[in-house]
């Protein structure tokens, strides 16, 4: 059973338009990851976010994480085609668990 | 800086043989893990090491042992492979809890 949940499992959005990722879970996490994972690569990190209700923005991509610290999303501001990519949420409770990813294409 | 190396890249394996994916990290880092990604489920943890010399069970630990016998090592055996242990498998490091996690490029591995 995967502890976080992601939706949606693919986004295809036209460039310039607006997306937000959601990661859900019912168990807290100390700390929330997001990470990026190009075909043939493995994945690498984004951000962390430590405090509930924290936000974090990292150029047009604004993360938050949950009051409760049991969720968190992605927010990506006009989307460009070199944001296509797998992005994957990650929690750390004593280990550092994944959620389903979700599959981002830009068309330009 | 090399970070994880794993190996090999990718392998054709026959079901019912020995494999062990390879994995070494140069960053002193003390705790090691091993995912598998299938489509639709995201990164499944297979097995951890919080240091050299101690192991646990992760998400979906049957039918794979690792060892940590020193701490830039962490092999991942499969005793006897089957068809359901195909997928990506990736090593990754971390500093401890909360800390980035750097992974490996990937070994991909098929089993006929």
């Known amino acids: 059973t995967q502890l976080l949940e992601q939706s949606p499992q693919f986004l295809s959005i036209q460039e310039g338009e607006n997306l937000t990722v959601y990661c859900n879970s019912s168990?807290?996490?100390?700390?929330l990851q997001w990470y990026r994972q190009e075909p043939g690569e493995g994945p690498v990190l984004l951000v962390t976010v430590v405090t509930g209700g924290e936000v974090k923005k990292l150029k047009r991509l604004t993360f938050q994480f949950g009051d409760a610290r049991k969720d968190s999303s992605l927010h990506i501001t006009a989307a460009q085609p070199g944001d296509t990519g797998l992005y994957l949420c990650?929690?750390?409770?004593?280990?550092?668990?994944f959620g389903t990813g979700t599959r981002l294409t830009v068309i330009p | 800086i090399a970070g994880i190396t794993q190996a090999p890249t990718s392998q054709i394996l026959a079901a019912g043989r020995r494999m062990t994916l390879r994995c070494t990290q140069d960053?002193?880092?003390?705790?090691m893990y091993w995912y598998r990604q299938d489509l639709g489920l995201g990164l499944r943890l297979i097995h951890y090491s919080n240091t050299a010399g101690t192991t646990g069970k992760g998400e979906v630990p049957d039918g794979y042992s690792v060892s940590r016998a020193n701490t830039d090592d962490f092999p991942l055996t499969l005793a006897s492979a089957v068809p359901s242990q195909t997928s990506v498998y990736f090593c990754?490091?971390?500093?401890?809890?909360?800390?980035?996690?750097?992974f490996g490029q990937g070994t991909r591995l098929t089993v006929v």
């Open positions: 990754a490091s971390s500093d401890g809890q909360g800390a980035e996690a750097f």
């Open positions: 168990s807290v996490f100390s700390s």
């Open positions: 990650a929690g750390w409770a004593n280990n550092l668990f």
């Open positions: 960053m002193r880092h003390n705790a």
